[in-house]
T-cell receptor
Framework: NAGVTQTPKFRILKIGQSMTLQCTQD?????MYWYRQDPGMGLKLIYY???????DKGEVPNGYNVSRSTTEDFPLRLELAAPSQTSVYFC?????????FGEGSRLTVL | DAKTTQPPSMDCAEGRAANLPCNHS???????VYWYRQIHSQGPQYIIH???NNETNEMASLIITEDRKSSTLILPHATLRDTAVYYC????????????FGTGTRLTVIP
């Protein structure tokens, strides 16, 4: 049982480039989330989804977009990467409240 | 949405009980208390949650005060592998966007 899988694990981007962080879960969870964690800080919610076709903004959505075409996948799109988006990104899913997290994607924007 | 307050750091001797406090004085009646931990830079790991009653599982115990304004996570016999950042969160859980992860408590288990 793979749980929540994130790719890539590491990525370096140049300012202005775009990329998509992939997240997939095989637990048939309706709820999925994207968080970012800056060094020494807690996690901040970027976007979340309560089911396929439904997404909503979290605490820090600017500079990001998401889609949820299937129950399993919840990709996070970064448009026009900026140094402020250097962070570790965590995807999570849940069914009844307990969050299951992926291993994280470390993104550096130079 | 209820926010929580935790001490930034704590130490605990290996083999002793680790008691991690959390204040959530603005918690509402339908909000649960969740505990997660994050080891190094891994994704956070769920530990336990509760609403009113004390809870226990194979990892830890959760003691919630009667007024629900604070709680304590207890690791009964701390090991070096329990060294991590522990997050206390108050929220509705399922499908919620209000699970606010603060900076947590950095627990260091000392040999």
């Amino acid at each position: 049982n793979a749980g929540v899988t994130q790719t890539p694990k590491f990525r370096i981007l140049k300012i202005g480039q775009s990329m998509t962080l992939q997240c997939t879960q095989d637990m048939n969870h309706n709820y999925m989330y994207w968080y970012r964690q800056d060094p020494g800080m807690g996690l901040k919610l970027i976007y979340y989804s309560v089911g396929a076709g439904i997404t909503d903004k979290g605490e820090v959505p600017n500079g990001y977009n998401v889609s949820r075409s299937t129950t399993e996948d919840f990709p996070l799109r970064l448009e026009l990467a900026a140094p402020s988006q250097t962070s570790v990104y965590f995807c999570a899913s849940s069914k009844t409240g307990e969050l299951f997290f992926g291993e994280g994607s470390r993104l550096t924007v130079l | 949405d209820a926010k929580t307050t935790q001490p930034p750091s704590m130490d605990c001797a290996e083999g002793r009980a680790a008691n991690l406090p959390c204040n959530h004085s603005t918690i509402s009646g339908n909000e649960y208390v969740y505990w997660y931990r994050q080891i190094h830079s891994q994704g956070p790991q769920y530990i336990i949650h509760g609403l009113k009653n004390n809870e226990t599982n194979e990892m830890a115990s959760l003691i919630i005060t009667e007024d629900r304004k604070s709680s304590t996570l207890i690791l009964p016999h701390a090991t070096l592998r329990d060294t991590a950042v522990y997050y206390c969160i108050a929220g509705q859980g399922t499908g919620a966007n209000n699970l606010f992860f603060g900076t947590g408590t950095r627990l260091t288990v000392i040999p």
